[in-house]
Structure formats: C-alpha cells, structure tokens
C-alpha cells in the first residue's frame, strides 16, 4: 500500500524573497511517518534548506485561511484568500491522484527564525494513492503565477501519456500551453511571460532522499532512481488581460526522470 498526502506553501516578497514549506505524511508498507522542510531562497543569496520528522503537523483550514506551523523548523505562517480549485488528475484501478489548490493568490505572512515575511503566496495539498513506480509520465512541468489581481496555475505531464491542465483567475483555461517562458493562449490573447530568473534547487531527487529519509530514498529503484528537480522563481508579467501588463512572480519546475 502507498500512500502520499503532501502539502506546498510559499510566499514571494515584494523584493523577490522565497520561502517554500512542505508538511508530507508517508504510508508505504511497513514505513509510516510524518516530514516537514522549509526552502529559503534571499533575493541576493543562495537558497537553503532545512527538513525535519520531528514536530510534523497538517496545515489546517478555516474560513480565515490557511494556517501551518512547525517549531523544529522555527516556521508559522498564514494563508489567507483566494477560493480552492480541486481536481482529480488520475483516477485508475492502480491509484489516484488528486490535486487540490487551497489558496491560487493568498495574501501571506510567515515568521521563520524570528523575522516575519509578507507577500503573496500560494498553497496546494496532493494526495496521491498511485505508486511512483505507476505514473504514467516522465517529465512534469508545473508552476504558479500570482499578482496583486490575477493567478495562472499550470500542470503539464508528458510519457506515456500527455496530460495540461491550466487555470486562470480558478477557471480552466482550455487550449493554453505552457512553455519554457510562460504559459500561452490563455484565451481572449493573454499571455504569461518571464525572461529571467534564479533558482531555487536544482537536483538528483534520489540523492536528496537518501540524505534526509533514508528509508524512502533505499526503496526508489528503476526509472524514479533518474528523477532530477529544477524549481525557479522568476519576476513575471500577465498581458492581454487589461490595459496595462500585471507584474507578479511566478515558482516553476522541471521533473525529469
């Protein structure tokens, strides 16, 4: 039996800071276990990163937002906005994966080691019963976009099967293509676009596992064994929706394996 339930938080300073929070619980046969890291990327300095298995909890939902702590990792913070969107992404005999957006463009606070961040974020919870020997794709392609009015969110996965799925301010934007730049077509001539950008980790997945979760990172054999990470922020602009281009910040990634 496998099954994953992990939940992503970030926030993007004004100046271009990132913190990035993951809360995971694992049931994988016999291994069973709760994980927390916290991703801190200054907009003038290297990122870095902290995990724990100590102090795990949930975040939890109220209608005031989201809220999510973890005081091994010195981290709490709130995620408060906009409404959910919630999709089932693959739905076989072999599993499911389910997707749910908890907050597309959240208004967010986090205090991390004493020193409080404000700006806009983002929140997602996945669950997912498929084993990562049986997804059906080897490259994922993944990201948000989110402004003071507008979000983009953009799911993309190619192999065995091709699957896009982007949304626009929460409704599903049918034929937009994301791309390595941005995401086209967005309908009614909207376009999202970035040119630069830093990044956030760039990685063997594998080796990263087998630092942090020895017991995960023993079990991953076969093509998983391949799985290489590149996540970015970049300074973005939404165009074709008003008169004047919406600046905002947009996290995207690459998954190849």
């Not at 996945?126 to 059906?136: A, D, I, M, R």
């Not at 599903?172 to 830093?198: C, F, K, Q």
């Not at 630092?211 to 991953?220: D, F, K, S």
Request: aromatic share 8%; hydrophobic share 40%.
């Amino acid at each position: 039996m496998f099954q994953l339930d992990k939940w992503y938080l970030d926030l993007v300073t004004p100046g271009g800071d990132v913190v990035i929070g993951y809360a995971a619980r694992i049931t994988w046969g016999s291994l069973r276990f709760n994980f927390s890291s916290v991703l801190e990327s200054p907009a003038a300095s290297p990122a870095s990163d902290r995990s724990t298995v100590r102090g795990a909890s949930d975040p939890t939902e109220s209608p005031e937002g989201i809220k999510w702590s973890n005081d091994a990792l010195g981290i709490a913070g709130t995620w408060a906005g906009s409404a959910p969107i919630e999709k089932r992404l693959v739905d076989s005999p072999a599993g499911r994966i389910t997707w749910r957006c908890l907050a597309p463009r959240a208004k967010v606070a986090i205090d991390l080691g004493g020193r409080t961040r404000i700006g806009l974020g983002y929140a997602e919870h996945l669950s997912l019963s498929l084993p990562p020997w049986s997804l059906p794709f080897n490259r994922l392609l993944w990201g948000r976009f989110a402004s003071e009015r507008h979000s983009v969110i953009w799911i993309e996965w190619t192999g065995a099967t091709r699957r896009c799925w982007v949304w626009m301010d929460g409704h599903l934007a049918s034929g937009a293509i994301p791309t390595a730049n941005g995401v086209d077509h967005l309908g009614e001539g909207a376009t999202l676009a970035w040119t630069t950008g830093r990044d956030l980790r760039n990685r063997s997945v594998l080796d990263w596992l087998g630092a942090e979760l020895p017991g995960v990172g023993r079990r991953i054999t076969g093509r998983l064994d391949r799985m290489h990470e590149h996540k970015m922020v970049s300074p973005a602009l939404l165009s074709g929706v008003e008169s004047e281009a919406d600046p905002g910040w947009a996290i995207h990634e690459e998954v190849r394996w």
